[in-house]
């Protein structure tokens, strides 16, 4: 396992960042550091050492899960045993991650790490977890093998008169059969005009010959994330369907063909967006081009408008394009690829021409 390998990286910002050590609170940082997967559990990082902090629900499973450091159950509450860690490390300036220590935990800290100046730190763990190692590459390798093949396996069982809810119960089913873990989120699936919500919920509209089937879905493996988006045809759609599917088609191939290590997602959402504009539906393109994708669904580097996240050899981003049209129905080609330095490779198999049903 590379956890001692990522926790020297965070470690190694302690002198930068003008700190002793850090305290990793944010649960997907807990589990990145150190394997833990269950619901509470802390890291203290520093150069010399770390150490893992739980209650005693979690004392059996951490032991399975977080190797090569000292595991502490504490007795009544984090602060205490935190404290005792920091004054053996001989820690007086701790880091402590600004975006998830609420006031109230801080002032706990506050209180009960006396003599201790706690210091604000951002997102540090998060952008380490931009570049993924052979092992996460394999995890989210798999998450997407899964998430493929529970696609080929719904496009068989897709008929007239099916819900959107059951077409999302059986692609979890799906899913599962060929090897996930779970789902990565809660499936989007959505028929006819229900395409033009980006985000839909499924519903009991039922399928019927001539709808567009929007599916934006993802397996879980190994706590990594797939995040997949298809349209199809069922049937046959209105003609300025096809025409959209067309158009997102070569936007998405606009923006696979525009990353690669060194530049911004910015740029990459400049190129896949001008695709859109062009062909006159700028208005319709409603959201932002993709997102890193690893332990969280939506992580970073971003590939939003302007977005200055330059994109780092080994970063696995989405590239999902789509059009929305109220009463009409929508469009998005959804793909997640891994950034080389002269381009990126399509984790995906499944097809993104337009499937006709
Ligand atoms: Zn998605
Ligand atoms: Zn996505």
């Given at each position: 396992m590379d956890h001692q390998l990522r926790r020297t990286g965070l470690a190694s910002r302690c002198t930068d960042l003008s700190v002793h050590a850090i305290v990793v609170t944010r649960l997907p940082n807990v589990r990145y550091l150190s394997g833990f997967t269950g619901s509470n559990g802390q890291v203290l990082v520093a150069p010399a050492e770390a150490v893992f902090?739980?209650?005693g629900r979690y004392t059996e499973q951490?032991?399975?899960?977080?190797?090569?450091?000292?595991?502490?159950?504490?007795?009544?509450?984090?602060?205490?045993?935190?404290?005792?860690?920091?004054?053996?490390?001989?820690?007086?300036?701790?880091?402590?991650?600004?975006?998830?220590?609420?006031?109230?935990?801080?002032?706990?800290?506050?209180?009960?790490?006396p003599g201790?100046?706690?210091?604000?730190?951002?997102?540090?763990?998060?952008?380490?977890?931009?570049?993924?190692?052979?092992?996460?590459?394999?995890?989210?390798?798999?998450?997407?093998?899964?998430?493929?093949?529970?696609?080929?396996?719904?496009?068989?069982?897709?008929?007239?008169?099916?819900?959107?809810?059951q077409v999302a119960l059986e692609l979890e089913q799906l899913m599962r059969q060929a090897g996930a873990d779970g789902l990565s989120f809660d499936s989007i699936v959505a028929f006819g005009e229900n395409a033009a919500e980006p985000h839909h919920e499924p519903t009991h509209?039922?399928?019927?010959?001539?709808?567009?089937?929007?599916?934006?879905?993802?397996?879980?493996?190994?706590?990594?994330?797939?995040?997949?988006?298809?349209?199809?045809?069922?049937?046959?759609?209105?003609?300025?369907?096809?025409?959209?599917?067309?158009?997102?088609?070569?936007?998405?191939?606009a923006g696979i063909d525009a990353v690669k290590a060194g530049v911004t997602g910015g740029s990459v959402d400049a190129l896949s967006?001008?695709?859109?504009?062009?062909?006159?539906?700028?208005?319709?393109?409603?959201h932002s081009l993709g997102h890193g994708v690893g332990?969280?669904?939506?992580?970073?580097?971003?590939?939003?408008?302007?977005?200055?996240?330059?994109?780092?050899?080994?970063?696995?981003?989405?590239?999902?394009?789509?059009?929305?049209?109220?009463?009409?129905?929508?469009?998005?080609?959804?793909?997640s690829v891994e950034v080389t330095a002269d381009g990126c490779r399509v984790l995906g198999s499944s097809t993104r021409e337009l499937i006709e049903l």
């Open positions: 902090f739980t209650d951490s032991r399975h899960e977080v190797g090569g450091i000292e595991r502490i159950t504490y007795p009544n509450g984090f602060g205490g045993s935190l404290a005792e860690q920091c004054a053996r490390l001989g820690v007086s300036r701790l880091g402590f991650e600004a975006h998830d220590v609420t006031v109230a935990l801080l002032n706990k800290l506050t209180q009960k790490l201790i100046e706690l210091v604000p730190v951002e997102e540090e763990v998060e952008r380490l977890r931009w570049v993924k190692d052979a092992e996460e590459l394999a995890s989210l390798q798999r998450a997407q093998d899964a998430t493929d093949g529970g696609f080929d396996a719904v496009l068989e069982y897709l008929a007239v008169g099916m819900t959107e809810r509209r039922v399928l019927e010959e001539g709808d567009v089937i929007k599916i934006d879905f993802g397996a879980l493996s190994a706590g990594y994330h797939a995040d997949m988006t298809r349209t199809v045809a069922f049937g046959q759609p209105a003609a300025e369907l096809k025409k959209i599917h067309d158009v997102v088609r070569t936007s998405q191939q967006r001008a695709v859109i504009d062009a062909a006159g539906y700028g208005e319709y393109f409603s332990l969280e669904i939506h992580e970073g580097p971003s590939l939003v408008k302007d977005g200055d996240d330059v994109l780092p050899v080994g970063a696995v981003v989405t590239v999902e394009p789509g059009i929305y049209i109220p009463g009409l129905g929508g469009v998005r080609i959804e793909d």
